[in-house]
C-alpha cells in the first residue's frame, strides 16, 4: 500500500513539493539580485483546494545517447507570478530587495520544516494504529 496516495500525506507531500519549488524561486532571485531589469518572482500562494489544478505540465528530457544524465526528477512546476510592481528599484532597474528575499526563504524553510514534522508523526501514527510500534 502506497500511504502516499492516502489524503493527509498526499496533502503533505503537493505542500513540500510547492515549497521546493518555491525555495527554488527564492534562490533564483537572490541569485540575480545584480542582474539588470531583473524583476523578483514567486509562486502563486499554495492553495490545499486547488491541489494539482496549479501544476503545469513538464516534458521530461530524452537521451540520445546511453551515457547522457537524465536529470533530476523534480516536481512539477507550479505557476510563477511576478512580485508585485516595487516602489525600490536599484539605478540597474533591479527590483531584487535582499531582505525581502531572504525573510521569505526563511519563511519557507520553517514551514518546509513544519511539513517534515507532520509527515513524520502522520507516519507514526498510522504505524501505531496497525499495532507495529
Do not use: C
Amino acid at each position: 500500500m502506497d500511504i502516499g496516495k492516502l489524503g493527509m500525506f498526499a496533502n503533505l507531500k503537493e505542500k513540500m513539493d510547492w515549497l521546493t519549488q518555491r525555495q527554488e524561486v527564492i534562490a533564483q532571485n537572490i541569485a540575480n539580485s545584480d542582474t539588470p531589469n531583473y524583476r523578483a518572482n514567486d509562486l502563486k500562494e499554495f492553495d490545499p483546494k486547488n491541489i494539482g489544478r496549479d501544476r503545469q505540465f513538464i516534458l521530461a528530457m530524452q537521451a540520445t545517447t546511453p551515457g547522457h544524465s537524465q536529470g533530476l526528477n523534480k516536481p512539477q512546476n507550479f505557476k510563477d507570478e511576478e512580485v508585485r510592481k516595487n516602489y525600490e528599484v536599484a539605478p540597474g532597474k533591479n527590483a531584487v530587495i535582499l531582505e525581502e528575499q531572504m525573510v521569505k526563504m526563511n519563511e519557507n524553510q520553517v514551514d518546509y520544516q513544519t511539513m517534515t514534522r507532520l509527515y513524520a508523526k502522520q507516519k507514526s501514527m498510522f504505524i501505531s494504529a496497525l499495532g507495529r510500534i
